[in-house]
């Protein structure tokens, strides 16, 4: 098992920075996990923001977020960032961190077994 905590959502206006935390604990996080990030807004279907590949560190994006956002992690504190720049209305949302430990389509929400409880993040004037 794998258990997954956001932090770090919050308010902020147009233009402006947040940076979200996901903290993973469990059995199998000393083996290694992938961590992607999504985000879900009203009325809308949870969409992939981003992913961190526990095997080579590498980080992919979705087009939208590319360039402004930025995914690190911590292996030693077992945490994975989400460094939001440039924040734009349309990015607010719940966003949620998920671990998965078999290689697939990093942007399927559905190949991760393991998820946060989320953190809202809210982008207004």
């Known amino acids: 098992q794998v258990h997954m905590v956001e932090s770090g959502g919050g308010s902020v206006q147009p233009g402006g920075s947040l940076n979200l935390s996901c903290i993973a604990s469990?059995?199998?996080?000393?083996?290694?996990?992938?961590v992607g990030w999504f985000r879900q807004a009203p009325d809308k279907e949870r969409e992939a923001v981003g992913f961190?590949?526990?095997?080579?560190?590498?980080?992919y994006y979705v087009d939208s977020v590319r360039g402004r956002f930025t995914i690190s992690r911590d292996g030693v504190a077992n945490t994975v960032y989400l460094q939001m720049n440039s924040l734009e209305p349309e990015d607010t949302a719940v966003y949620y961190c998920?671990?998965?430990?078999?290689?697939?389509?990093?942007?399927?929400?559905?190949?991760?077994?393991?998820w946060g409880p989320g953190t809202q993040v809210i982008v207004s004037s």
């Open positions: 998920a671990a998965k430990t078999r290689l697939g389509d990093w942007s399927d929400p559905g190949a991760y077994p393991y």
């Open positions: 469990g059995k199998i996080v000393s083996t290694g996990i992938s």
């Open positions: 961190v590949s526990a095997n080579t560190g590498n980080t």
